[in-house]
């Protein structure tokens, strides 16, 4: 599969529907859109025609604001038709603006709170080990949500039952809600702080398509402990006025917004 | 109701491989002999409780029925969000259990008193609340929960009613029990208080003011067809429950009676009606502070009874 082909309509895809309907996150979806079709056009053992398949490796998209991404994502790769994205955020939808599995094949779990994939996703690796099974259960965060507590109840966990068939990456954009990571509540020293907690960590550039398939294809990084990737990544990646900017994490791209942010996606220059 | 519960649990999991039970690091004396005997059905996650229910959410998903279980506040309101978004959005198969419902904990501390947890709970969609008032049903529920799909809640109290079953008594979610009957009020109770309940009938029945006692062990979903009868067929209802009186089992009652246009002709709760008591004491020393004893119940059902009665002669002396 051409993975950057891939992104390209990810990214096309999740702007048309935050345009149409509205919604936020546009530059969350952005930032995290290489490493989803990566995951998906790569490294997931999946398969669309039969969503529930037992032997699947599981994906939860625990920063479930992100929704237009993984519906996206999900849709280009065959889980459900492409059209449906259509309907995301309108009434009677069920393409919500935080993903929810209600009636869409390959949504493994509902998020939108934050906080909550990373201890289900713990639970999921955990019931694999207990019954001897091979697959594995990635989860993406943000890292934003780094800051809510339940995260790091479950990271002590996976590590003290070495869960080495789970993968937390981290959407490392350093941008959140209202202001940077760093102005709102200090993540760094980041890396050092999961692998304290036991976890094996890789940093990437998140954006490089190689660097990640290369970095998922060394899973799991060492036996018997649980792995982390962190992605350094660009919040808005692929349209240059919504690179790194908080504006973006709220505002829909309307009108010439909207069009001169498509041609710049259909150029693929950034 | 404890010692009931796990009894039971020893022998869900043992016909069961698909039963799993979570500890958030509690059950000292109590859960040892469940984590020797099954340890690949047995996990404690430590002090952390929205983890807790993310992980036995994350188990559920994979097949697994998992019970939760800890004291008081900390598997319901310690982590509610998880309950809501992980457990109920997904219609796993989680039961929740708490040990140490109302003042069970008295001497521990207001932190340790479970005094919401029924109507926070019961106000989720497709949660079912069991909060058994003796020990046959505490050990019947275990089982209840354990086959019925989906969330549920189970409260479990340091104090019961004893034994209360009938030979052959089949337990049923969702089917209260009648102990007693009578005509002039209906006791409708929930939890461990049942024992007082019972005490008060029988008190009242020397006096002659004869109760039927409903045990409403499930508080959602209601006994609807007992409760219409009851209204029907008794003289007022009385609500017992040691949880504030703000949506539990009494607010519950209320709203089925009046949208089923079928309301008692009295109606009250007893309940909680006062702030977090600032000193500490048995379960029974708490109860009777917050107006729920022996007496207290009593006394509250003398005055309905005798009140209706002053009425209804009133009301005849002045037709006449």
Same mark, same amino acid.
């Given at each position: 599969?051409?993975?950057?082909?891939?992104?390209?309509?990810?990214?096309?895809?999740?702007?048309?529907?935050?345009?149409?309907?509205?919604? +936020?996150?546009?530059?969350?979806?952005?930032?995290?859109?290489?490493?989803?079709?990566?995951?998906?056009?790569?490294?997931?053992?999946?398969?669309?025609?039969?969503?529930?398949?037992?032997?699947?490796?599981?994906?939860?998209?625990?920063?479930?604001?992100?929704?237009?991404?993984?519906?996206?994502?999900?849709?280009?790769?065959?889980?459900?038709?492409?059209?449906?994205?259509?309907?995301?955020?309108?009434?009677? +939808?069920?393409?919500?603006?935080?993903?929810?599995? !209600?009636?869409?094949?390959?949504?493994?779990?509902?998020?939108?709170?934050?906080?909550?994939?990373?201890?289900?996703?713990?639970?999921?690796?955990?019931?694999?080990?207990?019954?001897?099974?091979?697959?594995?259960?990635?989860?993406?965060?943000?890292?934003?949500?780094?800051?809510?507590? +339940?995260?790091?109840?479950?990271?002590?966990?996976?590590?003290?039952?070495?869960?080495?068939?789970?993968?937390?990456?981290?959407?490392?954009? !350093?941008?959140?809600?209202?202001? +940077?990571?760093?102005?709102?509540?200090?993540?760094?020293?980041?890396?050092?702080?999961?692998?304290?907690?036991?976890?094996?960590?890789?940093?990437?550039?998140?954006?490089?398509?190689?660097?990640?398939?290369?970095?998922?294809?060394?899973?799991?990084?060492?036996?018997?402990?649980?792995?982390?990737?962190?992605?350094?990544?660009?919040?808005? !990646?692929?349209?240059?006025?919504?690179?790194?900017?908080?504006?973006?994490?709220?505002?829909?791209?309307?009108?010439?917004?909207?069009? !001169?942010?498509?041609?710049?996606?259909?150029?693929?220059?950034? | 109701?404890?010692? %009931?519960?796990?009894?039971?649990?020893?022998?869900?999991?043992?016909?069961?491989?698909?039963?799993?039970?979570?500890?958030?690091?509690?059950?000292?004396?109590?859960?040892?002999?469940?984590?020797?005997?099954?340890?690949?059905?047995?996990?404690?996650?430590?002090?952390?409780?929205?983890?807790?229910?993310?992980?036995?959410?994350?188990?559920?998903? %994979?097949?697994?029925?998992?019970?939760?279980?800890?004291?008081?506040?900390?598997?319901?309101?310690?982590?509610?969000?998880?309950?809501?978004?992980?457990?109920?959005?997904?219609?796993?198969?989680?039961?929740?259990?708490?040990?140490?419902?109302?003042?069970?904990?008295?001497?521990?501390?207001?932190?340790?008193?479970?005094?919401?947890?029924?109507?926070?709970?019961?106000?989720?969609?497709?949660?079912?609340?069991?909060? /058994?008032?003796?020990?046959?049903?505490?050990? =019947?529920?275990? =089982?209840?929960?354990?086959?019925?799909?989906?969330?549920?809640?189970?409260?479990?109290?340091?104090?019961?009613?004893?034994?209360? =079953?009938? /030979?052959?008594?089949?337990?049923?979610?969702?089917?209260?029990?009648?102990?007693?009957?009578?005509?002039?009020?209906?006791?409708?109770?929930?939890?461990?208080?049942?024992?007082?309940?019972?005490?008060?009938?029988?008190?009242?029945?020397?006096?002659?003011?004869?109760?039927?006692?409903?045990?409403?062990?499930?508080?959602?979903?209601?006994?609807?067809?007992?409760? %219409?009868?009851?209204?029907? %067929?008794?003289?007022?209802?009385?609500? $017992?429950?040691?949880?504030?009186?703000?949506?539990?089992?009494?607010?519950?009652?209320?709203?089925?009676?009046? =949208?089923?246009?079928? /309301?008692?002709?009295?109606?009250?709760?007893?309940? $909680?009606?006062?702030?977090?008591?600032?000193?500490?004491?048995?379960?029974?020393?708490?109860?009777?502070?917050?107006?729920?004893?022996?007496?207290?119940?009593?006394?509250?059902?003398?005055?309905?009874?005798?009140?209706?009665?002053?009425?209804?002669?009133?009301?005849?002396?002045?037709?006449?």
């Amino acid at each position: 599969m051409d993975i950057a082909a891939y992104a390209k309509k990810i990214r096309i895809h999740a702007l048309r529907m935050t345009s149409r309907g509205g919604s +936020s996150h546009i530059a969350s979806v952005f930032s995290m859109t290489d490493i989803l079709a990566v995951l998906y056009g790569s490294v997931l053992r999946v398969d669309p025609k039969n969503a529930k398949w037992a032997e699947r490796d599981r994906f939860i998209l625990s920063k479930g604001h992100a929704g237009a991404g993984i519906y996206a994502t999900l849709a280009e790769r065959g889980f459900f038709p492409v059209s449906q994205l259509d309907t995301h955020y309108q009434d009677g +939808s069920l393409l919500s603006g935080h993903v929810s599995h !209600k009636g869409i094949p390959g949504v493994e779990f509902s998020t939108g709170s934050l906080g909550h994939g990373l201890s289900v996703a713990g639970g999921m690796a955990y019931s694999a080990k207990l019954d001897g099974k091979g697959h594995r259960v990635f989860v993406v965060l943000s890292d934003g949500e780094c800051d809510e507590g +339940s995260n790091w109840e479950a990271i002590l966990f996976a590590a003290h039952h070495k869960l080495d068939n789970l993968v937390a990456i981290v959407d490392y954009n !350093k941008i959140q809600s209202l202001a +940077s990571v760093s102005e709102t509540l200090e993540l760094e020293p980041f890396a050092d702080k999961w692998k304290s907690f036991g976890w094996d960590v890789r940093e990437v550039a998140g954006h490089d398509l190689k660097a990640l398939n290369d970095t998922f294809e060394r899973l799991p990084f060492s036996p018997e402990r649980p792995s982390c990737v962190i992605a350094h990544t660009t919040k808005g !990646k692929g349209v240059s006025f919504m690179e790194n900017s908080v504006l973006w994490h709220y505002r829909t791209a309307r009108g010439d917004e909207f069009e !001169k942010a498509l041609q710049e996606l259909e150029k693929g220059a950034l | 109701m404890r010692t %009931e519960f796990i009894r039971r649990l020893h022998k869900l999991a043992e016909a069961n491989p698909d039963l799993f039970l979570i500890t958030g690091d509690l059950g000292f004396g109590v859960l040892g002999d469940f984590a020797k005997k099954f340890p690949r059905q047995y996990l404690n996650v430590g002090v952390a409780e929205q983890n807790m229910m993310g992980v036995a959410a994350g188990l559920a998903l %994979e097949g697994r029925r998992v019970f939760v279980y800890s004291i008081g506040n900390f598997p319901t309101l310690r982590c509610l969000e998880q309950i809501r978004n992980d457990v109920l959005y997904h219609r796993l198969n989680v039961k929740i259990v708490a040990i140490g419902g109302g003042f069970s904990y008295g001497q521990l501390g207001f932190s340790h008193h479970a005094t919401e947890d029924l109507s926070i709970l019961r106000s989720f969609p497709g949660m079912t609340v069991v909060s /058994p008032g003796d020990l046959w049903e505490a050990a =019947e529920a275990t =089982e209840a929960v354990f086959s019925r799909p989906g969330p549920c809640y189970l409260r479990l109290d340091k104090s019961s009613a004893g034994h209360t =079953e009938r /030979p052959g008594e089949v337990f049923e979610i969702g089917k209260a029990r009648q102990l007693r009957d009578g005509r002039d009020a209906t006791l409708i109770v929930s939890g461990g208080i049942l024992e007082l309940a019972l005490k008060a009938a029988e008190t009242l029945d020397v006096e002659g003011i004869h109760c039927r006692v409903l045990s409403a062990h499930t508080v959602k979903p209601l006994d609807a067809d007992a409760l %219409e009868r009851a209204s029907r %067929e008794t003289g007022g209802f009385v609500t $017992i429950e040691e949880h504030v009186i703000d949506g539990g089992l009494g607010g519950a009652v209320a709203e089925l009676c009046l =949208e089923g246009r079928f /309301p008692p002709a009295f109606f009250h709760r007893i309940g $909680i009606r006062s702030d977090y008591p600032d000193v500490v004491g048995s379960q029974s020393f708490l109860r009777a502070r917050c107006g729920m004893d022996l007496k207290a119940i009593r006394n509250a059902v003398a005055a309905l009874v005798r009140g209706k009665a002053r009425e209804r002669g009133r009301a005849e002396r002045a037709a006449k």
